[in-house]
């Protein structure tokens, strides 16, 4: 079969069915669109950016598009789609998804993707609270019981012995040393392999560890800190080089048997299909926030697991982040592990009317609530209100931009 065709058959597959017999259903309740709104809340050092779908029933869908440094634009982006949208049926998901990203013609982009991605998630919300199911029973069907998480932590090997004292079996943390915003590439690899093999010697040798380099190694520093630390064996490094050169990745992947990851800043099933089909990476890390929201990011599944390639979906954002990519994960064969984030801020869990997300020693029980499972609190929203966010500015000893 041609490689096109064989794609567009796994992407259309059967697992659709249940989805179009709940649609039908769904349509009997005469649901429109009325209106939709945005909620940008800043916790700590960035702004989430939340959505709600409104209908003329009653129900409201939550939705988040969270990007860092643009949150005013992609709150603008958001809005956008209101025209479009109002009067019409939010339970025709993927009529909607393509009318968003194809009749504008300019598509693509973090911002774009972003905007729909939210709103998207807001709808199956509403699909699942109108038919009375948590939205992975609408996509197929549980593939697993739980979902096993990996938590966010500080480098230190403090931080990585608390994660494993919580029950947690991996941890991710960015390990690359880069102190006043400048880096030095022999201090930032060197210092930052250092730094792996101490987390490593305190955890042990069946914890596993996520190194996140975020982009910010140049070729030279990606290929000596990979080769550096492969005896260590890390879970995955993610991001180790930039987006725009494949060939790089390549590259990479020639001259290393550490495990790579990369996805949070690529967008759709077309920005994942080289990775998988070339086996340019190990895991793949699409954000459900960005990729295309939880549909599209289903199908991006079904390309990691065509290809023998794992998923670990990026998720540093907000509970809002963390359930629509559960509910994907849940029925996702390919999707291994899931990137947690838990904030410490205390007022978050009222945000969320007390919180959604379910952890039991490192495992996430699968959502059992109507749609996605987690509401907002507009009021606790509006009492953080947006404010601008200027991220880290690193440079090179000569002054000279480096990537973040």
């Known amino acids: 079969m041609h490689r096109r065709h064989f794609l567009q058959a796994a992407l259309g597959a059967a697992w659709l069915a249940p989805l179009r017999a709940a649609t039908g259903k769904a349509r009997d309740l005469n ?37 860092t440094s643009k949150e005013a634009t992609l709150s603008d982006a958001i809005l956008e789609h209101k025209r479009y949208l109002v009067g019409k049926d939010p339970t025709d998901i993927e009529l909607h998804w393509q009318a968003m990203f194809r009749y504008p013609r300019w598509r693509g982009g973090p911002i774009l993707n972003s905007a729909i991605s939210a709103v998207e998630i807001a709808l199956w919300d509403i699909l699942g609270q109108a038919l009375g199911q948590p939205i992975w029973k609408l996509l197929g069907g549980k593939a697993r019981e739980r979902v096993q ?75 000596d800190f990979c080769t550096r630390i492969e005896e260590l064996r890390p879970l995955f490094v993610e991001e180790a080089t930039q987006l725009e050169d494949l060939g790089e990745l390549a590259l990479l992947r020639s001259k290393t048997k550490v495990p790579l990851a990369t996805g949070e800043r690529s967008f759709t099933k077309y920005g994942f299909a080289e990775y998988c089909s070339r086996h340019l990476v190990d895991i793949i890390q699409p954000d459900v926030c960005h990729a295309g929201g939880i549909l599209e990011m289903k199908k991006i599944g079904v390309l990691a697991e065509t290809y023998r390639v794992e998923m670990a979906p990026h998720n540093p954002q907000s509970e809002v982040s963390t359930m629509a990519s559960l509910h994907v994960d849940a029925t996702t064969p390919a999707c291994t592990i899931q990137e947690y984030n838990p904030s410490r801020v205390p007022w978050i869990a009222d945000l969320f009317g007390g919180g959604a997300v379910r952890v039991s020693k490192g495992f996430a029980e699968l959502p059992d609530r109507p749609g996605l499972g987690v509401t907002l609190d507009e009021k606790i929203a509006a009492a953080h209100p947006y404010q601008p966010v200027t991220r880290p500015q690193n440079k090179f000893l000569d002054g000279s931009v480096a990537d973040h």
């Open 31 to 67: 649901l429109r669109v009325t209106d939709i709104r945005t909620y940008v809340v800043h916790v700590g050092s960035v702004n989430w950016v939340l959505c709600k779908v409104f209908t003329n029933q009653g129900l409201a869908g939550l939705g988040e598009g969270s990007i």
């Open 149 to 223: 998480l990996y938590k966010d932590v500080g480098s230190t090997p403090e931080a990585f012995l608390q994660a494993k004292e919580e029950g947690y079996t991996a941890g991710k943390s960015g390990f690359i040393r880069i102190e006043k915003e400048t880096v030095i590439p022999s201090f930032a690899v060197r210092e930052g392999a250092r730094r792996l093999e101490a987390v490593r010697k305190a955890v042990g040798e069946d914890f596993d560890i996520g190194i996140d380099a975020h982009g910010q190694l140049t070729t030279v520093m990606a290929v």
